[in-house]
């Protein structure tokens, strides 16, 4: 009885959401039309109460779900008695009903945090971004109550669920989806902020300042949230491929290439009062993108290999709140962005040019994902046309792109603000630039192949994170050797992220093109007792036998990774049977090294009693998602610059007939 | 009928991608025949290259491919050959014919433009003035913000 209760009051808890949505998106913005201080100040409370109820009808959901009650639909959908705690609770978000709740979750989060941590901000301004925020919640709180309630009983209760796509069951992706959506769902808050600012009808530094850190904290999140999922394909999907540039994932990636563009573009509004509107429009596409990538996913527009079960009603439904929220603030944009002027002056060789080419090698690269995504679809409408964009594609065409990035990217990040001499810059970075030039070399000469690829990954890895060292070098500023070491501790936060993400970037594309450039693969049948030889390394398969696991069943293979005569590691590739979802999986089993992964899956069994076996050895495979987590790490580092503490405070409240913002 | 082809191809398979019967004695040919698998779409997977897909069909189009290359095709003809049959959806690096033109050229074109763009602005930019938009009492307030 108290299991029905609970679901039911979750049920509840959704639709008053919705409600509080409805009166936060409209009461504060006629208050802060007509300048009535109460009905501005009811959005923090209003905020406040939208994320509670969403996180009450999250638990209920959750609930259902660990206590498998079989009278809702999605846990007979997605769950099953025998399944292991922690994915009965990933079920909640392993389908679209549930994500979608944790994706207003997070919208809603997102919501409640500016309204707590807004307190410095002017009363019309937090009021506008919380209405602007609360609209998007509104429409997306419409989508799952009329779309995809999770919340839908069955009149026939079964005794048991249908168990979790047995994919779904991985830690990388128990934790993907809540990363992803934090960052997906972060964008809103930029485009919150671009929104409000055009309503206001200004932008200043104050502004850049306080629309950052929430561009970071997205941006972040992405970064793991993308890392996640990439490793998880890694190890999950049974060869080891981490990237596939399929529909899905450059869904997510778009949102990430924008939001790295609008991180830096935010600077030069704080710091030069410049590029503002540029800085709007990629704050509103940034949140078009994260929308488009859910329209994507949920549409079946485009196929990909990780939809969700999809249905074209969601899809237009999506369509028309894209419509709305892209439309309306572009219109928007266009009546008001005129007014933006910009204040500072810049020559063309300086910190601000540097990142204008930034942005737009940011911008373009996202452009080429963006059509080669959509291509399938418009050469289908246009040209009767049916044909794929696949990885070969991408790789060509985006790769050079984000080269160049990394090229000028050391060079930009020394040069001074307003006026520069590139020949200046460069007295610096020459020795960097001769050891990357060096080492891209070295790599060269060493390998066997004639790929370019090797070496041009190194080299522009060395020139980053040497690129970085530079930087931090310069800032300690002159002296004696000393002196510029104890400036170390003192430089701000800001600083050293810049430098810890730009390392990581480096780290993670020496890894992809280090794993893409000297990958060995080895496929063969092998009889128990049986060793080969695979690079420097000699596989032994010891024994194959059957095992059982909580939910599964499995044929485990014994094997050891030999080198020089002495046993590496001992690895238990296993391919597994879930009986509830007829459902096979490979259990790839991993040797993780710091220079390289061994990657060992067993097959099927063969004719001859034999056993087909893959051996992959992948060079630098953790490198990849080593760099991500660095790069994720500088995020941190800068979003805890002592500046957006403080500077929280840092437009004071309007002097006359303004409220204190409790 | 989406689920059970995501359950046939994709979402992984006991079954290797490239089998061992399947591949091919000499090295060389072998190396390209898997080159040229990697650019070739399985037709019943979403968004999968026949090297990396357990489907049926994605093996018989390994094994198609091998047998072009044994019986002396060039990569260029082996993929023709399955291009007649199957269609150019079966390639995932699109052709450069036709309307894909604009596919290849976007980027670079967006590039050009972008650029040009941003040097007309800045040269305009670095002529005009700065214009002052804030309250003498903002801008002081935002001296002592920007001190920190």
Known sequence: ?662 | MRRLILILCLLAGPVLAVQPDEVLDDPVLEARARELSKGLRCLVCRNESIDDSNAGLARDLRLLVRERLVAGDDDAAAIDFIVDRYGEYVLLKPTTTGGNLVLWVAGPVMLVLALGLSALYLRRRSRTEAAAGLTKAEEARLREIMKD
Request: positive net charge; proline residues 5%.
């Open chain 1, 1 to 662: 009885m108290i299991r029905r209760m609970i679901t039911e009051l979750g049920h509840f808890a959704l639709i008053l959401a919705f409600v509080v949505a409805i009166v936060q998106a409209i009461v504060p913005l006629i208050g802060a039309h007509k300048g009535w201080p109460g009905w501005m100040a009811l959005a923090a409370p209003a905020a406040s109460a939208q994320f509670l109820l969403t996180l009450g009808a999250f638990a209920a959901l959750t609930y259902a779900f660990v206590v498998s009650d079989f009278s809702l639909r999605l846990v007979v959908m997605n769950s099953h008695t025998d399944k292991p705690m922690l994915y009965k609770i990933s079920g909640v978000w392993g389908n679209h009903e549930g994500s979608m709740l944790l994706w207003v979750l997070s919208l809603t989060l997102f919501g409640a945090c500016a309204a707590w941590f807004g307190n410095g901000l002017p009363p019309t301004l937090r009021a506008r971004v919380l209405a602007v925020q609360s609209a998007v919640a509104v429409a997306f709180l419409g989508f799952i109550l009329f779309t995809s309630n999770p919340f839908l009983r069955l009149a026939f209760p079964p005794l048991n669920g249908n168990d979790l796509n047995p994919l779904l069951q991985d830690p990388g992706l128990a934790f993907h989806p809540p990363f992803l959506y934090l960052g997906y769902v972060g964008l809103s808050m930029a485009f919150s902020f671009a929104v409000a600012a055009l309503i206001e009808g200004r932008v200043d530094a104050a502004w850049g300042r306080w629309v950052r850190p929430w561009t970071l904290a997205a941006w972040l999140f992405l970064t793991i949230g993308i890392a996640l999922g990439s490793w998880w394909a890694y190890y999950e999907l049974g060869w080891g491929g981490f990237w596939f540039w399929d529909p899905v994932e450059n869904a997510s990636f778009m949102p990430w290439l924008i939001a790295a563009a609008l991180l830096h573009s935010a600077i030069v509004v704080e710091k030069r009062e410049a590029l503002k509107s540029w800085t709007i429009l990629l704050a509103i596409l940034a949140f078009g993108f994260s929308l488009m990538g859910t329209f994507i996913v949920r549409s079946g527009i485009i196929t990909s290999v990780h939809a969700f079960a999809n249905d074209p009603e969601r899809g237009v439904f999506i369509l028309i709140i894209l419509a709305i929220f892209m439309g309306g603030a572009l219109t928007l944009y266009a009546a008001r962005a005129g007014a933006m002027e910009a204040k500072g002056v810049f020559g063309m060789v300086s910190r601000e040019s540097a990142l204008v080419l930034n942005n737009i090698l940011l911008a373009v690269a996202c452009f080429v994902v963006f059509i080669g995504t959509l291509w399938p679809l418009l050469a289908e409408i246009f040209m009767g046309r049916k044909l794929s964009v696949g990885a070969p594609y991408f790789n060509a065409a985006f790769t050079p792109f984000f080269v160049a990035l990394a090229v000028i990217l050391p060079i930009g990040a020394i040069l001074p603000w307003k006026r520069a001499r590139i020949g200046r810059a460069m007295r610096n970075l020459w020795g960097v630039l001769a050891l990357a030039v060096a080492a891209g070399a070295l790599a060269y000469a060493m390998q066997t192949g004639r790929s370019a690829l090797g070496p041009v990954g190194l080299a522009l890895a060395v020139w980053l994170v040497g690129g970085a060292l530079t930087d931090i070098a310069l800032r300690t500023g002159r002296g004696g050797l000393a002196r510029r070491i104890r400036r170390l501790g003192t430089l701000p936060r800001a600083d050293w992220g810049k430098a810890v993400a730009h390392s990581g970037l480096g780290i993670t594309m020496f890894g992809i093109a280090g794993l893409m450039a000297w990958e060995a693969e080895d496929i063969r049948v092998a009889k128990v007792g049986e060793s080969f030889v695979v690079g420097s390394y000699e596989i032994a398969l010891n024994d194959v036998t059957r095992a059982e696991g909580p939910n599964y069943s499995a044929i485990r293979a014994d094997m050891s990774v030999i080198r020089n005569g002495r046993e590496v590691s001992r690895l238990y590739p296993e391919k597994r049977s879930y009986p509830v979802t007829q459902m096979p999986t490979t259990e790839a089993a991993i040797d993780n090294g710091f220079f390289r992964d061994v990657y060992l899956v067993i097959g099927d069994a063969q004719a001859d009693g034999g056993w087909a076996v893959r051996t992959f050895i992948k060079p630098l495979a953790n490198w990849i998602w080593a760099g991500s987590i660095i790069m994720a790490l500088g995020g941190c580092l800068s979003l805890s610059d002592r500046r957006f503490r403080v500077a929280a405070g840092a437009r004071k409240p309007a002097p006359a007939g303004a409220v204190v913002a409790e």
